[in-house]
């Protein structure tokens, strides 16, 4: 995620823009969103589990990236293009509706709902899967992707998640609260959000979803994918950056890199 904050610099961004990425985490971490205090989930416990601490760039709130597919997008148009945020968020939306009916699952767009980018008092505490704002998507009535976008002067920031398989309760064990209060947590969290796998009733692989958001991605944003790789200047600047742990095989990301 830093590799996005960096992609978001107008600078940088200029090489490509626009840039998509799609991305999985080793080892898994708990991202809390920009606004969040770092106490919002229990450090020892996140260690006790082997997962890490980040902070995105974006709003929203803590969640859990262990077996999902995340995504960002980037691209030049920040605080003087407020229609954009809506625009993007729905493009987004229906990129992703296009590609998980290939795998015959319905999803729909939240339309309503404060969007997380704003950053508000609501927004700052508790899971993300246990809430719903705009730009996000659910099916059968619980979510599976979360959204968040961040605006900056120049460039907009979307982030996302896309619930992929495994256990959406597991994060509820990293907050600070009693046993009980987990365990209520832990409920809430499997009545309002699913996994895609689970709702296909059948395993499905990440490479394989990605390639088929490939084409929705290009027509609804108008983009056309190029893959390139970070480079060494970019790799020095993440590491920089990187609020609460340190850079894992580098080496091995790969962004899609799309050029308009």
């Known amino acids: 995620m830093a590799g996005d904050e960096i992609l978001a610099n107008p600078k940088v961004l200029s090489d490509f823009s626009p840039v998509v990425r799609f991305y999985c985490w080793i080892p898994s971490a708990v991202s809390l969103g920009v606004h969040q205090s770092a106490n919002a989930v229990d450090h020892d416990k996140c260690t006790e589990h082997g997962w890490d601490i980040v902070r995105r760039p974006t709003g929203g709130r803590a969640l859990l990236h ?148 490939i084409d929705p991605f290009e027509r609804h944003l108008n983009f056309e994918f190029v893959t390139d790789c970070i480079h060494e200047h970019e790799l020095e600047a993440i590491h920089e950056r990187r609020p609460f742990h340190d850079i894992h095989s580098a080496h091995q990301i790969l962004p899609m890199v799309v050029n308009a």
Request: proline fraction near 1%.
């Open 66 to 213: 262990h077996r999902d597919l995340s995504y960002s997008v980037t691209l030049a148009g920040g605080s003087e293009s407020p229609h954009r945020l809506k625009d993007i968020y729905e493009a987004v939306a229906k990129a992703w509706i296009e590609t998980f009916a290939k795998f015959g699952l319905v999803a729909e767009l939240v339309q309503s709902g404060r969007g997380s980018h704003e950053g508000t008092a609501h927004l700052r505490d508790g899971l993300c899967l246990d809430s719903r704002v705009r730009g996000e998507l659910i099916s059968s009535g619980k979510k599976i992707a979360a959204a968040a976008q961040r605006v900056y002067a120049q460039t907009l920031l979307q982030h996302g998640s896309v619930i992929m398989t495994g256990d959406v309760s597991a994060i509820a064990d990293t907050l600070p609260i009693d046993e009980t209060a987990k365990n209520i947590a832990a409920s809430n969290l499997r009545l309002s959000s699913i996994s895609i796998c689970e709702l296909i009733n059948r395993e499905l692989d990440t490479f394989d979803l990605i390639e088929a958001a």
